[in-house]
């Protein structure tokens, strides 16, 4: 399916954190909109999605000029005291539109000359190995968040069909650690997965962090359940994965392989 882009100038690009990113002072995010189109997405049910006519995952805007309001907006803020980025709560910012637009490359490049306190990039796309010469720039500031909801790609496919493969998550991963570029692996949401997922990031990460709808959309859930989600689990009579307590089997089986300074449970595992 082709992405529907449009080309705008947005007046702002920092925005405060809040909620469930309370512990970062802004979030920024690149793009609007996202051609993932992950099915859970809770981004769907919030306003940036509702008021549009298209379907979630169909459209995507670009932020012309970001680097340069970018610059002023970094040099304001950190002027005020210290500046800590989640980067992206509302988009990836490695979709595949950033191999042409390269927005999130561009802003890296400010971020390079004016570091923040901590940025926290959250992605699932492989693309994010591309700019591994800004990230290692960046030291110890920066930490790269990629999600892989489980290890099976069967189940991958079942939930996110435009989502990057699970095998390019990995090597992702490895390469970023073996280059020294602070990463973890996150389980968000919660898909189902077998006994062996341990001990496949245990070979690449040393820091895990789990996560589900129930913790993790913003809403206890609700914003998931108006999906239907719970559908997509019982197609594959794995409805008991779509439940408050499944966590809890995930991150046991990560208590056994992951010390607990490694493993961490849904909002202190996104935390600076």
């Given amino acids: 399916m082709k992405t529907a882009l449009l080309y705008k100038n947005p ?19 690149p793009y609007t909109g996202c051609s993932f189109g992950c099915s859970y997405c809770y981004v769907r049910q919030m306003p940036v999605s509702t008021f549009r006519k298209e379907e979630w995952g169909t459209w995507v ?27 992206s709560s509302s988009t990836d910012p490695y979709q595949p539109i950033e191999h042409k637009e390269q927005v999130t490359r561009s802003l890296l490049e400010v971020m390079v000359e004016e570091p923040p306190d901590f940025l926290f990039v959250q992605t699932r796309s492989p693309l994010v190995r591309r700019d591994m010469d800004l990230l290692l720039q960046l030291g110890d500031k920066v930490r790269v968040s990629i999600t ?4 099976l790609e069967d189940i991958r496919k079942h939930f996110t069909p435009a989502a990057p493969p699970i095998a390019a998550r990995l090597k992702t991963l490895q390469l970023l650690a073996e280059a020294g570029v602070p990463v973890q692996a996150t389980i968000a949401p919660i898909l189902p997965s077998s006994e062996a997922f341990p001990e496949i990031l245990k070979a690449l990460v040393n820091r895990v962090c789990v996560d589900d709808y129930f913790m993790g959309d913003g809403s206890g859930g609700r914003r998931t359940r108006s999906l239907g989600i719970e559908r997509l689990y019982k197609e594959l009579g794995l409805e008991e994965w779509y439940s408050p307590t499944a966590y809890r089997m995930v991150y046991d089986r990560f208590s056994h392989v992951f010390a607990d300074n490694q493993l961490y449970l849904s909002q202190e595992g996104f935390a600076p």
């Fill in 148 to 151: 892989v909801e489980t290890d």
């Fill in 61 to 87: 805007d670009v932020k012309l000029e970001a680097a340069a309001l970018l610059r002023k907006e970094l040099g304001r803020a950190k002027g005020k005291g210290k500046v800590s980025i989640f980067m």
């Fill in 11 to 29: 007046k702002t690009l920092l925005n405060k954190g809040t909620g469930f990113l309370e512990d970062y002072t802004h979030s920024l995010n």
